[in-house]
């Protein structure tokens, strides 16, 4: 297989307690051993990420949740054999065996079978669960490729596994089933409709309730740098005169308008080309020291959902890691 020999040495690092970055369909995880509490200590470290938000531990089998839940109530039975491998993450009750860092001390744990070959070998040669966040610092855009993850965190990290730009681009969905009803903590690769179609209506919990404990201390200066800005309308173009503006634009825009720079995310409207395209785009508009990137608003079914999710985000209004 191609880059056996990477797929090799990232395991051999995982092994050893190292930390290392590798491809999901989603994004490119930042991962360490599951059971090594030391080894997922230098994540937090790296990512300057708070130790209150916990990590998903990335499995290579529906069988590896033995050792790490409790039990696997029958809705999340159903989105496991539908979705797995795949961009959906179940938040289950935890085994003793999960250790604390993971979960930030509490007595659930979020689980993914990631679908990229070049994760599940990884997960498979190493011989043991991954726990892995983005590989992003605390606060910043997840990066799709290897090289968006060199950027932030090159230096720090042992090994970087590149296996290209990821076929999805947005997060995994997060669904957690420890109240009556299951709920949606995270919208993301699996749309919402696709999952209750599976196992019927889900809460929707509001971002700020996803984040486990203690919103209110996240710090404030979420990259990317340039302010996003979401209510901006054509007519009123006339307000940002003088300013140096990107357009990110969801579909191929008319010509007549004149922006500094413009990423469209789909030429034909597709949302899941957008999704796809979403934190490249908002990456390069980034980078040319722009005044303002005004972004267009896509609908929001389907992954149109959790492209605005992630343009809210982006833009300040809700936080993330
Ligand atoms: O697609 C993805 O999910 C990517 C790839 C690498 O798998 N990972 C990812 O991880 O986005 P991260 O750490 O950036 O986001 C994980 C989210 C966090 O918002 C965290 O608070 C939430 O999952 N989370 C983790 N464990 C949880 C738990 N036990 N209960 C509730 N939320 C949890
Ligand atoms: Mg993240």
Known sequence: MKNAGAIRQAAESIKRGGIVAFPTETVYGLGADAFNPLAVARIFEVKKRP??????????????LERLVTEIPKNAKKLIDR??????????S????????????????????????????????AGCPIAAPSANLFGS??????EAVREQLGDQIDFILDGGPCEV??????????????????????????IESIIGPVEISSNEESRPSAPGMLPRHYAPRTPIILN?????????KGEKIGLLAFRKPNKSLKFDHTEVLSKKGDLREAAANLFGAIRRLDALNLDLILAETVPEIGLGRVIMDRLRRASGRISQS
């Open 169 to 194: 681009g947005v997060e995994s969905s997060i669904v957690s089933f420890l109240e009556r009803r299951p709920s949606l903590l995270r919208p993301g690769g699996v749309t919402l409709e696709e």
């Open 51 to 64: 130790y209150f938000d916990p990590l998903i531990v990335h499995v290579s089998s529906p069988s590896d």
């Open 94 to 125: 935890k085994s003793e065996e999960v250790p604390d860092i993971v979960t930030a001390g509490l007595p659930t744990v979020a689980l993914r079978m990631p679908r990229h070959t070049m994760a599940l070998s990884l997960i498979e040669l």
């Open 83 to 92: 979705f797995w491998p795949g961009p959906l993450t179940v938040v289950l």
């Open 141 to 146: 855009l997840s990066p799709t490729t290897a």
């Open 232 to 240: 901006w309308s054509m007519k009123n173009l006339d307000f940002y």
